[in-house]
């Protein structure tokens, strides 16, 4: 039996500024003192191996817990674990300027017509299909207990993935995802289901736990 614990990553930079960061966007200086926090945090939890997105936020967080757990396999940098993909055109530009919010305003409206999208970024279907290929993926994998360092809006949708399957709509993985929030570096932790013909493959143990920032 699997448990996935999936931590989303410090506060970086873009996190705190107006513009839309991103892959490459570091921690701030409060993500860093964030990233050695969530470390010590799993210290003695048990962590047979570290997952992570490749994106620089993710990446300084997944090594700084990494430095301190001390596993013997290298962290894995994983495609599947980034953040959604945003329109290209809106990376860098001015989150409160009426252009950005153009273009949010009608993601938002078509959200629901599910082949529908703006330019290059990922639609609800994108998402879904990757929350699918990482479930599959860790059910492939020979350790139990793996940490993934990952992306909010990602991890709620692996997370409602984990609990509807292929039956999710978009409507409630917007509930969710509307409903709910992720703090920087707060741990979900989802465990695979004892039997195996259960429809329901896994069951969400923890949201966004961070107790760790006091």
Known sequence: MKKLYFVRHAESEGNISA??????????????????????RFRDIGIDRVISSPQTRAKYTAEAISSVIK????????????????????IGMNRNSSEFAAIEDLIRDNFHTLEWKHSDEENFLDLKARAA???????????????????????????????FGEALTSQEYWTLFAGTEHSNTGITVIKQSKFKNDPIRWKLLTWNDHAHLG
């Open 19 to 40: 513009v839309q960061q991103g892959p490459d966007t570091p921690l701030s200086e409060q993500g860093f003192e964030q990233a050695m926090r969530i470390a010590e």
């Open 133 to 163: 290929k990482l479930l599959e993926y860790s059910e492939s994998l020979e350790e139990e207990n793996i940490l993934m360092v990952s992306h909010g809006v990602f991890i709620t949708m692996v997370t409602a993935y984990s609990i």
């Open 71 to 90: 596993i013997e396999k290298d962290i894995e940098y994983s495609e599947l674990l980034i953040e959604r993909k945003r329109p290209s055109v809106v």
